[in-house]
């Protein structure tokens, strides 16, 4: 059964940081693409940033220079470091593993989301 559960929302004021987790179970970890999907209220779930198994990322760009995505491969696990945080940033945040194409075919997983509110 594959799992991906996010840790690490709350509530943070403009300019502060967050560290997001996102720990991985039942896949294999190096045959999917790992992303990071936010979805604020009244609007489309959109792309934050993503990671390769080879390390390889990519970043929207209204987070470029302010979030990281990397991976901890020994806990499994996909981190999203936020800096500078604005309160457009309020959205939940969701964990997203996508098939890679060159070792498996099916369908994306989903975490459940985690609450990342930024405001004085």
């Known amino acids: 059964q594959v799992q991906l559960v996010e840790s690490g929302g709350g509530l943070v004021q403009p300019g502060g940081s967050l560290r997001l987790s996102c720990a991985a179970s039942?896949?294999?970890?190096?045959?999917?693409?790992m992303n990071w999907y936010r979805q604020a209220p009244g609007k489309q779930r959109e792309l934050v940033a993503a990671?390769?198994?080879?390390?390889?990322?990519n970043y929207a760009g209204f987070v470029k220079g302010r979030f990281t995505i990397s991976i901890d491969n020994a806990k499994k696990s996909v981190l999203l470091q936020m800096n500078s945080l604005k309160p457009e940033d309020t959205a939940v945040y969701y964990c997203n593993a996508r098939p890679d194409t060159t070792f498996i075919h099916g369908s994306d997983y989903w975490g459940q989301g985690t609450q990342v509110t930024v405001s004085s």
């Open positions: 039942g896949i294999i970890f190096g045959m999917y693409f």
């Open positions: 990671i390769t198994s080879g390390g390889r990322t």
